[in-house]
């Protein structure tokens, strides 16, 4: 019953108020804390202060009033621990956490991994990300076949991806890409247009460099 709610929207048979047994009403708060205050692989803990506010904000309508204003006396001066998380550890798990956040095609990360990127994973407060846009290629499928595109998706995902050690690489839209890195990386752009793939092709390509000096501030924004 942990997925009933007070109101009756909940489920798998939409109880409603007191016909949620009290251990179920207890254990429905307890689940959406614990949620709500550990690191989860689609979003960052909020603190306790906030999570209760959010049980407030919800009391009556998810949570049942009663269990709320004791959850809200009994864990206001908890301490969580900030090592809770369910970022992958082994590499089973890092296999499995890429599944989700890999573009099929290219096997790079898609944009979506970009924000815990910079919540879990770059030591220093700032970053450069690299914006790379490939020009005219609705007309290279179109000349070509959709099935040749892919190919020089594939090999030009490829070689930016092993281009600098210690980056990572995203593919943002179908043509759109981003380089994310610690440390500038020196002449990358003409590394990048002056590829062999570009030359003879009615493809083009742009790169603009963007220094990130606030990492916080973006992930906020």
């Known amino acids: 019953e942990h997925h009933e709610k007070y109101d009756g929207t909940g489920y798998p048979q939409g109880l409603k108020g007191e016909e949620i047994r009290p251990l179920s009403r207890i254990m429905i708060i307890a689940d959406a804390f614990d949620?709500?205050?550990t690191n989860r692989v689609y979003k960052p803990r909020k603190t306790v202060s906030v999570a209760l506010k959010e049980l407030e904000d919800l009391s009556a309508k998810h949570f049942h009033p009663e269990v709320v204003s004791a959850a809200v006396l009994a864990l206001k001066d908890i301490c969580i621990n900030e090592d809770i998380t369910q970022l992958p550890q082994t590499s089973i798990e890092q296999q499995r956490f890429a599944y989700f956040y890999?573009?099929?095609?290219?096997?790079?990360?898609?944009?979506?991994?970009?924000?815990?990127?910079?919540?879990?994973h770059l030591d220093s407060a700032s970053a450069y990300m690299y914006n790379i846009e490939l020009h005219n290629f609705s007309n290279y499928n179109t000349q070509n076949s959709w099935a040749e595109g892919d190919r020089f998706l594939v090999k030009f995902a490829e070689f930016i991806d092993t281009l600098y050690p210690k980056t990572v690489v995203f593919r943002v839209e179908g043509d759109d890409f981003m380089i994310l890195s610690e440390k500038r990386l020196e002449g990358i752009i003409e590394k990048i247009q002056n590829h062999s793939l570009f030359q003879g092709s009615i493809v083009e390509c742009s790169v603009e460099e963007q220094y990130v000096e606030d990492i916080h501030n973006l992930i906020s924004s």
């Open 35 to 37: 949620a709500m205050t």
């Open 102 to 120: 890999k573009d099929r095609l290219t096997n790079l990360f898609i944009v979506d991994y970009l924000s815990l990127i910079l919540r879990y």
